[in-house]
C-alpha cells in the first residue's frame, strides 16, 4: 500500500475516514475483523483471535506443540484462580 503520510496521519490524528479500498486493505493486511469496526457486537471470532490464526497457519508442528502446552498451563492457571486458589 502506498499511502502518503499527510494522508495516513489525517486519519491516524484527525479522524479523517479512509477510503473504501484503503479501510479493507488494511483490514486484510492486519488481519482485523471488519466487523467490529461495522457491528456493536461482533459475531464469531474477535480481532485476536483472528490473527493468532493467521500465525498459527504458518507455525509447524513443533510450533503448535509448544503453544499447546502453553495454552494449557493457562487454562490450568486461570481456572486455580477463578477457584481461589494459588496454586495449581
Known sequence: MYLSPRYLANIENKGQHPSLQIFFELMLRYNISVDQFLLERPTG????RRQLDVLLDDMGD???RVITAAAKEIVQIEQAQSNGQEDA
Open 45 to 48: 471470532k474477535n480481532t485476536q
Open 62 to 64: 513443533d510450533g503448535i
